[in-house]
């Protein structure tokens, strides 16, 4: 059974950049799922941020587009988020999580999520 | 605004049955994408509750359901349960991103 674990920073300056990293454990990362990022600020809903396949190839909220870098490191098994420029409004609990096609593109597996606050 | 659109709140007594809406457009739903449901129980991370629009993850109870028409989808849940209190939310894909809905808390009075 695939688990996911985020790290990174809890706290960001505004105008900074928030770097997480999401280690997969109990299978490969070359396997066939696409790798999210999934956002949710405090008492509101979720929000997509964007995603990876092994491969490289990418997809990103358009609304967070040109802030957002996703990647992935396959000898460390493991994918990335960085956000640049951020705000208050980018304090959230940011999960990751993985999806394919055998579960008809459902998020399947989630990180157990990890708490960043932009703060001065 | 939420480009799928869930009621904020709903409340049923145990062993009640309750459903829960989410309403997209032509865009989305309508556009045949597959609709997933979500629970999320506090402090939580969200968990796989129906996938493409009506099938049980092993390890659901029965006593969860879903459907989907037109454009919109509904999660159906049977003998209400103190347990089953939490966060619920839809999910879709709508012009290249995945979209939620706004949520919809569940209270077991």
Redesign the interface.
Known sequence: QVQLQESGPGLVKPSGTLSLTCAVSGGSISSSNWWSWVRQPPGKGLEWIGEIYHSGSTNYNPSLKSRVTISVDKSKNQFSLKLSSVTAADTAVYYCAKYSSSWYNAFDIWGQGTMVTVSS | Q?VLTQPPSVSGAPGQRVTISCTGSSSNIGAGY?V?W?QQLPG?????LI???S?R?SGVPDRFSGSKSGTSASLAITGLQAEDEADY?C?S?DS????????TKLTVL
């Open positions: 939420s597959d997933h979500y939580t991370a969200p968990k796989l996938y493409g629009n099938n993850p939310y999910q894909y290249s991103l995945w979209v939620f809905g706004g949520g």
